[in-house]
Nanobody, 120 residues
Framework: QVQLVESGGGLVQPGKSLRLSCAAS????????MAWYRQGPGKQRELVAG???????NYADSVKGRFTISRDNAKNTVYLRMNSLKPEDTAVYYC??????????????WGQGTQVTVSS
């Protein structure tokens, strides 16, 4: 069982920066692939950024070059640094943890989400 708690969301002006944090409870954090998803008004939930247990990262084209995902295994925390924010980045951002064991058991956990609003 893993619990994920996001923080750091809020109202920010276009062009400014924000850092989201996702704190995980439970053990084996370093073995999970972590990711940030978001769901904007009237849109489907989309993958924003991911980081594997090995540290490999990937980003949606819409945020590449602006957002950075990172993890601190000692703190059981994953971060999303968002720079040069645009109004279209407005969404609820969700933290996700995923793991598949050698026995093919699947573990998939979600946080409750944190609202990010980019507006002047």
């Amino acid at each position: 069982q893993v619990q994920l708690v996001e923080s750091g969301g809020g109202l920010v002006q276009p062009g400014k920066s924000l850092r989201l944090s996702c704190a995980a409870s439970g053990s084996m954090f370093s073995f999970y692939d972590m990711a940030w998803y978001r769901q904007g008004p009237g849109k489907q939930r989309e993958l924003v950024a991911g980081i594997t247990s090995g540290g490999s990262t990937n980003y949606a084209d819409s945020v590449k070059g602006r957002f950075t995902i990172s993890r601190d295994n000692a703190k059981n925390t994953v971060y999303l640094r968002m720079n040069s924010l645009k109004p279209e980045d407005t969404a609820v951002y969700y933290c996700n943890a995923k793991r598949i064991t050698i026995a093919s058991a699947k573990y998939d956990y979600w946080g409750q989400g944190t609202q990010v609003t980019v507006s002047s």
